[in-house]
């Protein structure tokens, strides 16, 4: 006579395999998103990206902010009739925190719409080396990625929402990355470059 339990379990394989099934996929997925952790290190470089969204220039000013052989500098023009200013906010992602942290400029107060563009270096980063290729040395990308909650829950109940978070990538492992307090929804960004360690050349 066969045992109670697996007696159980043969008549009630298919209640078990639904209970076991979701179990033994959490865990792989947990292990696939632990297992980089354990073998990818942490981002060496800092990276230096510009924001829509939030900005504390001028309303009168076009700002961008531009990477080329002569280094970072803000483009600056005035805004044409009937024109809207373009919100464009310097930051440094440091690899350290994975914050990122907003690179004071010095802006003109004004500019009369006859005036002719400028370019502004950034004294923080003067003398600085920017590594405009998409990967870092030490392998790491910069993407933006949709998040989506607060899950089954947020389904039934329509409170599903969905954001953009921004996160630094490298064979699998993947740290998110932290905007300032009060401008979670900085849209859109864009890398401008990795900054190489100062000094070097």
Known sequence: MAPASGRFLRDNAFLVAAILLPL?????FLLSTAIPRWTVPPPEYDLLVKAGGYYNQPPQLMVDYIVDSSGVHAHV???????????STLYVVEHGTGRLREVRVALPDVMKP??????????ELKGRRILT???????????????????????????RRY???????NRGRVVPLVPPAGHEYLAP????????????R
Do not use: C, H
Request: glycine share 14%.
């Open 189 to 200: 960004v864009t890398a401008l470059g990795w900054m190489a360690p100062e000094g070097a």
């Open 77 to 87: 023009r005035p805004v044409p009739p009937n024109g809207y200013p373009q919100k």
């Open 114 to 123: 006859d005036d002719a563009p400028r370019d502004i270096p950034i004294d």
């Open 24 to 28: 033994v996929v959490v865990g792989f």
């Open 133 to 159: 290729t998409p990967e870092a040395p030490d392998g790491y990308q910069f993407e933006t990625r949709s998040r989506r909650g607060p899950g089954i829950l947020g389904d039934l109940f329509g409170m």
């Open 163 to 169: 954001d953009q978070g921004l996160v630094l990538v």
